[in-house]
């Protein structure tokens, strides 16, 4: 595609800055990038060869980000299913068939937080499957009975994934860091700590707390002295949260019961939240949760609710993020609407995804909005978006995805 150049036009842009849109825009394409992007009247004038889209006056928008998946997890909910009764080829042909699903649904770049390795990131860069750019976390580092310990009370552990174990279990400091050396050997764009308990967890609870201050800390600085990398903290409970930001993590995960301090905390540091709200639509699967789980989600949803509109009240960072794999994958913009539901304008929910998420990933120079210079990650959808957030949920309506300049997906009728 080297020289291929496209213009789209008869379009509203979105362009994931928080600027307002631009009715009758027009986007420049070339050799991968955005050249051009804002009212049609100042387009470029076009060299001979040049290929034109027309939108139909549809909305143009960057290719969003979800910084929270689990592309190696199956949606049902069910730890065993990924476990034990799968060959490591089938595992990763399925979760070739997610990373399809996701790119479809308009995410063209995600943050895996666990389960999938650095081949499936390796694969999607060489083009060998269609998916959404990949950051990868490989596995999640927890104490010995934290989230990330999948002992069962049988003494069985159901911490395989594909094959390959997703756990990193630290009990000290130097553990912590030992750990943190392991993953980035072994490919890790992200370091995921947990820094509470979980909902699907065996043996803890979202207010117990995970990795202390000091070994969150001694992590963030041992990938500081390897080119840095973010520090992603699965976080729920209060406590959790404030050792997870005091320690220095880029993100907390979750954040569910948050509190002024830890509300606090983050705005000083310019922590982003990442709320995965997507995870409380679980009402239709409760059959596949075991029922501590149910029960446990249950009394954490309106809480959550209160404290995440609290933080978003008082300007805390977000991003998007779905926990796809715990919720559905290949619908990941349906958190969008979550994110209007605790405060977000329709503009600022779409910047989580956008621009902000990129932020996050450390990608915000190439990633993130539809500016010249930029990567062209492209969405299209059916429908305005600022009048019906919800609409970018419904795979269907997204139209058109570009990414890297080529086309990807087109279902414009
Ligand atoms: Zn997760």
Do not use: W
Not at 173 to 187: I, S
């Amino acid at each position: 595609m080297t020289g291929a150049r496209t213009l789209y036009r008869d379009l509203t842009l979105i362009d994931g800055t928080g600027a307002q849109p631009v009715a009758d825009a027009a986007v420049v394409v070339e050799d991968g990038a955005i050249v051009y992007a804002g009212p049609a009247a100042r387009t470029p004038a076009s060299p001979p060869g040049e290929r034109v889209v027309e939108l139909g006056g549809r909305v143009l928008l960057p290719g969003f980000i979800d910084t929270h998946v689990h592309l190696g997890m199956e949606d049902s909910r069910e730890l065993l299913n990924n476990t034990l009764d799968r060959t490591r080829s089938l595992h990763a042909f399925e979760t070739g068939d997610r990373m399809r699903r996701t790119l479809a649904a308009g995410v063209t770049s995600v943050r895996d937080l666990g389960g999938a390795d650095a081949g499936f990131r390796q694969a999607q860069e060489r083009g060998l499957v269609s998916g959404p750019r990949m950051n990868v976390a490989l596995r999640l580092m927890s104490h010995t009975g934290g989230h990330a310990d999948f002992t069962m009370p049988s003494g069985v552990s159901l911490q395989e994934c594909g094959g390959h174990t997703v756990v990193e279990i630290v009990d000290s400091v130097q553990e912590a860091r030992v750990a943190a050396r392991r993953l980035m050997r072994d490919g890790a764009d992200v370091i995921k700590v947990c820094a509470t308990g979980g909902v699907s967890s065996p043996s803890d609870t979202p207010d117990d707390e995970g990795l202390t201050v000091e070994e969150i800390a001694a992590i963030v600085e041992e990938t500081g002295r390897h080119g840095g990398r973010p520090v992603a903290a699965h976080a729920q409970g209060a406590a959790g949260i404030r050792n997870a930001v005091r320690g220095g993590a880029t993100s907390i995960e979750h954040g569910y019961l948050v509190d002024d301090e830890g509300i606090d905390l983050m705005l000083e540091r310019g922590t982003f939240l990442v709320p995965t709200l997507s995870t409380f639509d679980f009402e239709d699967r409760v059959h596949l949760m075991t029922p501590k789980a149910v029960e446990t989600k249950r009394a954490l949803a309106d809480r959550t609710f209160e404290r995440v509109s609290e933080a978003v009240r008082r300007g805390v960072r977000v991003a998007l993020g779905t926990d796809a794999g715990i919720s559905p994958h290949g619908a990941n913009l349906a958190e969008l609407r979550h994110l209007v539901g605790v405060g977000l304008s329709p503009m600022a929910a779409i910047v989580a995804g956008t621009r902000d998420a990129a932020e996050l990933l450390g990608a915000a120079g190439a990633l993130g909005t539809v500016e010249a210079g930029k990567t062209a990650d492209l969405v299209v959808c059916d429908g305005d978006p600022l009048s019906d957030i919800a609409l970018l949920g419904d795979p269907d309506r997204v139209v058109l995805v570009v990414q890297g300049g080529e086309v990807v997906k087109d279902a414009r009728d």
